[in-house]
């Protein structure tokens, strides 16, 4: 690797969050996973979860729309709902689930300084009940227009973005966040991979 590249790779690492997540419940199109992944990389997200347990999984997201941002990031894929919620429990102090429902709070009443995960739904359903009974609260990002929800990728990057300004703010930014295994072993793994 050369010094350039290992500069490059040590910018890139010294800011990627470990204390926020992003969640995907059933999300079925690939173009939105792959939209997802992108901003996720942009924000600073190391670990996403891909949780799907309604239909098999025959397409992968696609490297075109994420720009390659999955060969970036960490991706844990589970088909169990219970196990995928009892992983992040261990790893996050908050889950918030973006279920649109009447008693849903504003994500700018969101705390995004600790450790959060953030839960996005299927295109059609939205986020399940299970996840909704086993998470810490539910926001919604403000909309007044005639159509009721916005595409997930979109409402996923204003919720992170809002949550990159906060913690920005707290100074999130401004040191190394990954425990010291995680960073190496991401370093290491990097150098290998081709940059588009
Ligand atoms: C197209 S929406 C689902 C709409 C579905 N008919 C419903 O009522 O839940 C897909 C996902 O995008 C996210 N989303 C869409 N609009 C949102 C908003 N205004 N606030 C927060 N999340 C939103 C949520 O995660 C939602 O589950």
Redesign the pocket.
Known sequence: MTPERRERLLSVLNKRQAGLTVVL?N?QDPHNISAVMRTCDAVGIQEIYVLNNQIPRHKKWGAKSSSSAAKWLTIHQYSDTAECMAALRQKYDKIF????AAD?VS?YEIDFTGSVAL?????????SDEVRDLADGN?????VGII?????S???A??IYEALRQKTIAGHYERRNLPDAQFENLLEKWGFEEEE
């Open positions: 419940e999300v689930t973006t279920h649109l849903a994500l839960v996005f739904g299927n295109e059609h359903s939205g986020v926001f919604i990002i403000p909309q009721k929800s916005l595409n997930i979109v409402a996923c204003v919720s």
